[in-house]
């Protein structure tokens, strides 16, 4: 449930909300909000609760895992969100969403949303960060591709998320696998 910022916290300067489904969180997102840290006092990472997507894990699920990420990162607030990412972001101090942009064919999709936000509130701006180069190719969607398949994701999202992954797929731990002149 989103917090209007009470008392001490109303002066805690500039917030940015970061949303997005987090299905699961990747190093791509953990990068951007490190990035973001840089340029905001505190990031607020939003979990759409979104009915009409259909995820692999339950919103519950995502916040433990990113909450438990992002624990030594007290500038960092997870929670959650129903319904239109305008109120949400109403409801907190933030002026900016923040999104990452990995390449020209995110740019379409993040437009049509920024400027749908933009005309829902005309006091929200949209800030695009992009994506670094080692993570250019991570996205939740095929991360969820890789892992399902028995794939390596390891280095593309934090431990806890492969452990989460081979739960649900219910693979076993196994080592990273490479191709190699052996194989
Ligand atoms: O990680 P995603 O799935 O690209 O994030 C998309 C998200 C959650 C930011 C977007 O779908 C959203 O803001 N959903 C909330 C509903 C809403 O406000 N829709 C209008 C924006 S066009």
Not at 118 to 138: A, E, I, P, Q, W
Request: aromatic share 10%.
């Amino acid at each position: 449930m989103p917090r209007k910022m009470k008392g001490k916290d109303n002066d805690m300067g500039k917030v940015a909300i970061y949303p997005g489904s987090f299905d699961p969180l990747t190093y791509g997102h953990i990068d951007i909000v490190e990035r973001a840290l840089e340029i905001f006092d505190k990031v607020i990472v939003a979990i759409a609760s979104n009915a009409e997507k259909r995820s692999l894990f339950t919103v519950g699920e995502r916040l433990e895992m990113v909450k438990t990420i992002f624990k030594d990162t007290p500038n960092v607030i997870v929670d959650s969100f129903k319904g239109l990412l305008v109120d949400y972001v109403a409801k907190t101090n933030a002026k900016v969403i923040l999104r990452g942009l990995r390449a020209t064919s995110d740019f379409e999709y993040e437009f049509h949303m920024a400027s749908m936000n933009r005309s829902l509130n005309t006091h929200l701006d949209t800030l695009f960060m992009m994506t670094s180069k080692d993570y250019f190719f991570v996205s939740s969607r095929t991360i969820k591709e890789v892992a399902s398949l028995g794939g390596a994701v390891e280095g593309l999202v934090p431990d806890l998320v492969v452990r989460r992954l081979k739960e649900k797929f219910k693979l076993p731990v196994t080592k990273k696998k490479q191709i190699g002149w052996d194989d």
